[in-house]
């Protein structure tokens, strides 16, 4: 079983949004890491961006200029699977929200890892059980690891046992991300959303009812969960700074699973994404940026 010091190289796979953010967290908090991607276009982006994020950092004088050559010397692109996790005492997936993508990602470090690694992914929405039942040998040393956009700047890492998951691999993931300057809360029982998605998820649809209802305005609505609960963020600008396709699908996807009438999109926003009010990112949606932003 590996403990928190035989940690020594890191493997991250899936170089995007989440996945070369990730990576840059462990290079500049010490740890040799591995950054793969099954597109080499991608994996080129990724390690562009990482450049240019420890190039802000030391610009802003947060780390000197020899700390951010050494995080990004810590930080290798590796485009085949096997040479990067197969030296790997940690891993974190970070592919396509996709079960199968998952799957098989999983089924190949079974094979390829030595048989003490952590496995872990940073699914939004899969649990480990899903992806680890008949993939990994043993599924004791998987779990969730759970980190919020952007992962360089967000705290919070959610850590998830899913019902093989031992104890031990429990609290490594849990040291770990404290390690690499993260704050990390356990889930004892996996749940779809973990903690902050599934409260989200609840708060959203109840402003959905207020607003499809005609009873308040999403300003209103934001502002009062603004100032009578101190969220940062309303229900609908953050809608709008996620993307309100991202919300959409995200919804649907669960819908999907479960059935449940209480988890269908609700009509205004299969509407939005139909005339493409998307959020910030088109210059509108349930605000008006006035501009793509
Ligand atoms: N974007 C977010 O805000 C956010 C937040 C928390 C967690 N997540 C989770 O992180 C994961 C990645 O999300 P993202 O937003 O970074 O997605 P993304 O689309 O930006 O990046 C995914 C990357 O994975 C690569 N990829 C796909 N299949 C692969 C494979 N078989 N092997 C190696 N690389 C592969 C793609 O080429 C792409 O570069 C998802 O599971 C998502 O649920 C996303």
Known sequence: ???????????????????????????????????????????????????????????????????????????????????????????????????????????????????????????????????????????????????????????LVEVSKGPATSEETAQVCMEFARRIGKEPVLLEKEIYGFIVNYILGSLSRAAFELLEGGYATAEDIDKALKLGLGHPMGPFELADFSGVDIMYHAMQTRYAETGDPADKPPAILEQMVREGRLGRKTGKGFYDYGHET
Do not use: W
Not at 121 to 135: F, P
């Open 1 to 155: 079983m590996t403990t928190i010091d035989d940690i020594k190289q890191v493997c991250v796979i899936g170089a995007g949004t989440m996945g070369s953010q990730i990576a840059l967290q462990c290079a500049l908090s010490g740890y040799a890491v591995n950054l793969n991607d099954a597109a080499a276009d991608a994996l080129e982006r990724g390690m562009a961006s990482n450049r240019a994020l420890v190039g802000q950092r030391v610009s802003k004088g947060r780390i000197t200029p020899a700390q951010g050559d050494a995080a990004l010397a810590r930080l290798q692109a590796v485009p085949d699977l096997a040479d990067a996790a197969g030296t790997a005492d940690f891993v974190i997936e970070a592919a396509f929200e996709r079960l199968d993508v998952k799957r098989e990602i999983f089924a190949t470090l079974n094979d390829i890892c030595a048989p003490q690694a952590i496995l872990t992914s940073n699914s939004s929405t899969i649990v480990i059980s899903k992806i680890v039942d008949g993939t990994l040998s043993d599924p004791s040393r998987a779990a969730n690891f759970h980190f919020f956009h952007p992962a360089t700047v967000m705290k």
